[in-house]
T-cell receptor, first 116, second 115 residues
Framework: GAVVSQHPSRVICKSGTSVKIECRSL??????MFWYRQFPKQSLMLMAT?????????EQGVEKDKFLINHASLTLSTLTVTSAHPEDSSFYIC????????????FGPGTRLTVT | AQSVTQPDIHITVSEGASLELRCNYS??????LFWYVQSPGQGLQLLLK??????LVQGIKGFEAEFKRSQSSFNLRKPSVHWSDAAEYFC?????????????FGTGTRLQVTL
């Protein structure tokens, strides 16, 4: 149980275009999902907390107009990187937290974004 | 604000040897503590967690961790390492209370296993 998927696993896009990454909880409903960014050989940096049916909460320094998050259902959250630039190239990982606690998060396999 | 320190960036052990990965946290109240493992190019897998109760917690793949409040530590141990344990290990702390507890991760420890 507690499986989280991400799609695509790898994407290459041109500078200036937008790309959407999907995060799905497959066998549980997730009222809260999280989006992280991970640079090579570094830890995870929380970008935003996504709550179903409401606006995402972004961490300080994360541009909300650049990283659009939508959590339209209890099993799906999407991250759209708008007007991508090469510096947005990174490994993006989502996680989902089952409702009612306790507080462990289950992680997706990640999406490798390369902006050329 | 909570924080996590993993003092060891890289550890190398021989297969069959014991392992201990260190984790120190900073948090004003009772923390929720986690260990995750990440294989290259993959997401994170939960190894074990501590919320309350017995301070020695058992996890998957033969791992265990001990919560020591007096030392603000949550070290991960395994009595006999297998080559497949080579990966990146992250300790994380979550704030107690609240409805959307965020996790703060340490910088990770890369484990290399020699045959």
């Amino acid at each position: 149980g507690a499986v989280v998927s991400q799609h695509p696993s790898r994407v290459i896009c041109k500078s200036g275009t937008s790309v959407k990454i999907e995060c799905r909880s497959l066998d549980f409903q997730a009222t809260t999902m999280f989006w992280y960014r991970q640079f090579p050989k570094q830890s995870l940096m929380l970008m935003a907390t996504s709550n179903e049916g409401s606006k995402a909460t972004y961490e300080q320094g994360v541009e909300k107009d650049k990283f659009l998050i939508n959590h339209a259902s209890l099993t799906l959250s999407t991250l759209t990187v708008t007007s991508a630039h090469p510096e947005d190239s990174s490994f993006y990982i989502c996680s989902a937290r089952p409702p009612g606690g306790p507080y462990e998060q289950y992680f997706g396999p990640g999406t490798r974004l390369t902006v050329t | 604000a909570q924080s996590v320190t993993q003092p060891d960036i890289h550890i190398t052990v021989s297969e069959g040897a014991s392992l201990e990965l260190r984790c120190n946290y900073s948090y004003g109240a009772t923390p929720y503590l986690f260990w995750y493992v990440q294989s290259p190019g993959q997401g994170l897998q939960l190894l074990l967690k501590y919320f309350s109760g017995d301070t020695l917690v058992q996890g998957i793949k033969g791992f265990e961790a001990e919560f020591k409040r007096s030392q603000s530590s949550f070290n991960l141990r395994k009595p006999s390492v297998h080559w497949s344990d080579a990966a990146e290990y992250f300790c994380a702390v979550g704030a107690s209370g609240g409805t959307a507890s965020k996790l703060t991760f340490g910088t990770g420890t890369r484990l290399q296993v020699t045959l």
